[in-house]
């Protein structure tokens, strides 16, 4: 295991599609008094992912003790604000695969335990992970927000956290922190707020999409639950059918780091509800390293 020894954290440090974490091994519970109040949790995500002064990354993804079942664990995933996230899904791709290379786990098909539910991974051994992740619920299409230069339409989804989709015909060109910010504090998606995905499709299963994510508060070069939400919410709105939502073909999903994520969907022709989703997405490990004690206790509160 990769545990604490002496003075040093020991971390890893993987990417999903560009969007990148930092997993942690606490299963001796060696780090719980950086996790136990959301003071500490903000303060250890603040110093760690700030990318100037830390390590730098999208979010924290801590390892749990869980069950007496060998491939079975518990994650803690912290945004760099601090907040908890009830399901990131290239963070527990980054997770899974971070498992399996550490030797942490011998299986290659993996449960990780969310709040937002449980999530089946499975690394084949090429770069790409799959992940079996919650169904989608809640949907609802064609929402008018009002703002200071008109109405924008969007639909929602939750795939474990809220997300809308806004259609864009010009994705590359589109400046998209100040709508995305806007958007994600509207009056209408308070308290928790929502992620905000500008999604171009191309053709029928193949779109591209731009997040902006609560909890880093800014675009990020991925999102998984947000390639799986802007996914079903354009087969819904376009009325794909077929291999597409019977979970035989992939929708490809293109991210602002160029690489492309798959996802795979089960979609009722009359009811529109989703009972799979399966998120592919490629993951590479960037570095491991230890990091001193004592520079993280002077950055706690």
Known sequence: MTQSHGNAMNFWKLTSAGNDFICIDNLDGSYDRYIETPGSRRSLAEALCDRNTGVGADGIAILLESSSKENRFSSLSIEPDGSECELCGNCMASLSRYLFLSGISRSRDILIETPAGTVTARYSGDEYVSLEMPPP???????????????????????????AAIFVDNLDGMDIEKPGRFIRHHERFKPRGINVNFVKVSREGKIAVRTYEFGVEGETLACGTGSCASAVMSALRYKWNGDITSGETPVLVGTRSGRTVRVFMELDDETGECGKIRLETPVLKIMQGKINN?????RIR
């Open 294 to 298: 004592r520079w993280i206790a002077d």
């Open 137 to 163: 619920e809640k949907h609802q299409a064609d929402i008018l927000l009002l703002t200071d230069n008109g109405e924008i339409e969007c639909d929602c989804i939750v795939v474990g956290i809220p997300h």
